[in-house]
């Protein structure tokens, strides 16, 4: 606890000739600035979150110089940025903050004041009885290596075959232009940022809606040992194989390492790893900005002129996604037992090109049957933004009701709702995203999270079927009717209501998404208007 006869002894002993405190308050431990008389410190503002002078060094400098203690409380962290901006609005000179700030938004925070004083270093020395440690701002600490290194082209380079795609490829994915749902263009780099950054906070806006009436028709599928296997720690064996099954020169994440650097460094870090994810599960708590994630725009057309011509790709840290990929491996082969056999996609021993032949067998059978007795279709369904809009607490209620247990459900809910968004636009790092709902393209557990989301879907078909209200399509005497089939994101259904097939759309679609694309594909002797 900070008060100004304690701060005075402790100057004498450490050789400072003054020193500035501002006593605790009530449980506040306070704070305390020493400095040395090669300084010539003004004191402008104080309280119990900062001291704020200005400072004129021995060069004759001057700049600014404020120590900083932000609210702990998750809940106040908009008012330390409130305060910061406050503080930022007072003086034009040179910045340099140092303390707690309990909410560093980025590294890119700090890189103007990099470049102007490269030999600036600031260390923590080590903490005694108190949970706090000394900070301690070091002037001329003559780095042997510079915090920033300009660019330099090298000649080396251009004996890379792959320079002048390379090149080619950033000047195709440039993004110049975009308009918004209104038509409104934007082309500045302020506006495209605000427009990008608006567009996916309202996209991972959780919505409101009734989840039962979709749950009530899954059954348990996952018996206690499945759980007991799915919960056990993590071996060393499984978390080589989930990063040694990532191409090493995979995208890196916002900590800008990429599979290659731990494969290389495998036998290093490998124990570290190990015993990091682990604490991890067994914590159910994510460290800050672990699962951080920035959004690549990959443009799905040539010269995309809104959001929608852009797929976002998630590009995670590497230690996040050896974590995720383990768990994955694991997922994976018991997802034959808990997704419904017309799901062809992402499960073990099963080909999503079956389904492509039997859904052509299906559409071959509509167009050549000529019978009149008979008034059958087939609907296709695609599902616009599915990942992003997949809701997190149906998802929940989609794995309790499948029998997962409680610790696999944290675990999961760990992995996708822990995430903070930034998006790479032209270069640069935009926005800062806290989701409320969706998955990650590009985070390994994801396509399998979401196949048991549109397990839903299915298994209201399977309720209509049961009632009688679907009565499915036989191609041929013998064979079992077809109801519908499963590519992920998209479905096929074929029978003879419509109106049921509405019903179900519109009762699952606001859980996962919204309708994108309908096809509706009528046998040829029913297309008049009482065939319809």
């Known amino acids: ?132 440690s000394p900070i301690t701002l070091k002037l001329q600490a003559n780095l042997s290596n510079p915090l920033h290194k300009y660019f330099r082209f090298e000649n080396i380079w251009l004996e890379d075959p792959d320079i002048e795609p390379v090149n080619t490829r950033r000047q195709k994915n440039h993004i110049s232009t975009l308009y918004d749902s209104e038509g409104k263009k934007h082309s500045t780099p302020i506006e495209l940022g605000n ?38 720690p993590l071996s060393k064996d499984e978390i080589r194989t989930a990063l040694f099954q990532m191409h090493k020169d995979k995208a890196p994440g916002p900590d800008d390492f990429n599979p290659g650097f731990y494969k290389r460094f495998w036998e290093v870090c490998g124990e570290d790893i190990l015993s990091s994810c682990n604490s991890w599960l067994e914590a159910g708590v994510l460290p800050p900005h672990i699962n951080d994630v920035v959004i690549a725009l990959i443009p799905k057309c040539p010269n995309p002129s809104n959001m929608k011509e852009l797929r976002p790709i998630a590009l995670c840290n590497v230690i996040y996604k050896i974590l995720s990929k383990a768990l994955a491996n694991r997922l994976k082969p018991l997802l034959h037992k808990c997704v419904s056999v017309e799901q062809a996609a992402f499960v073990q021993d099963r080909l999503i090109t079956d389904n492509v032949l039997v859904a052509n067998e299906a559409i071959h059978y509509l167009r050549c049957n000529n019978k009149k007795t008979k008034h059958e279709a087939a609907l296709k369904i695609d599902i616009s933004k599915a990942f992003d809009r997949l809701s997190w607490n149906y998802l929940r209620c989609i794995m309790e009701r499948l029998g997962f247990c409680n610790k696999w459900v944290s675990w999961m809910m760990m992995c996708i709702t822990s995430v903070h968004f930034q998006v790479l636009l032209n270069g640069n790092r935009v926005g800062s995203i806290v989701p409320g709902r969706g998955l990650r393209q590009g985070d390994p557990i994801s396509p399998y999270l979401f196949i048991l989301g549109m397990e839903g879907l299915s298994s209201l078909i399977h309720k209509a079927k049961l009632l009688g209200n679907l009565q499915g399509i036989q191609i041929i005497r013998g064979a079992p009717k077809l109801h519908h089939l499963m590519f992920a994101d998209g479905e096929k259904s074929r029978s003879k209501s419509k109106s049921i097939y509405k019903n179900v759309e519109c009762h699952y679609c606001h859980k996962i998404g919204h309708i994108q694309k309908n096809y509706f594909l009528w046998k040829k002797k029913n297309k008049g208007k009482k065939g319809k």
Not at 211 to 219: F, G, M, S, V, Y
């Open 1 to 132: 606890m900070v008060n100004s006869n304690r701060i005075k002894d402790l100057c004498h002993i450490l050789n400072f000739n003054h020193w500035y405190v501002v006593d605790r308050s009530g449980r506040g431990g306070g704070l305390a600035l020493l400095w040395k008389d090669t300084f010539d410190i003004t004191i402008t503002q104080a309280n119990p979150n900062y001291i704020n002078v200005n400072v004129k060094d021995r060069n004759n400098i001057h700049w600014r110089l404020t120590g900083f203690y932000g609210y702990p409380e998750r809940r106040k962290r908009k008012d330390s940025w409130d305060l910061l901006r406050h503080l930022a609005s007072l003086s034009n000179l040179p910045w340099c903050i140092i303390g707690d700030f309990n909410d560093l938004l980025s590294s890119n925070d700090k890189k103007d004041w990099h470049h102007l004083f490269a030999n600036f270093l600031l260390s923590n020395g080590v903490a005694g009885k108190s949970d706090h």
């Open 195 to 232: 427009l990008v950054s608006s567009y996916f906070q309202n996209l991972f806006n959780t919505l409101p809606g009734e989840i039962h009436p979709i749950t009530d028709t899954l059954d348990c599928k996952i018996s206690q040992l499945d759980n007991d296997q799915l919960i056990k």
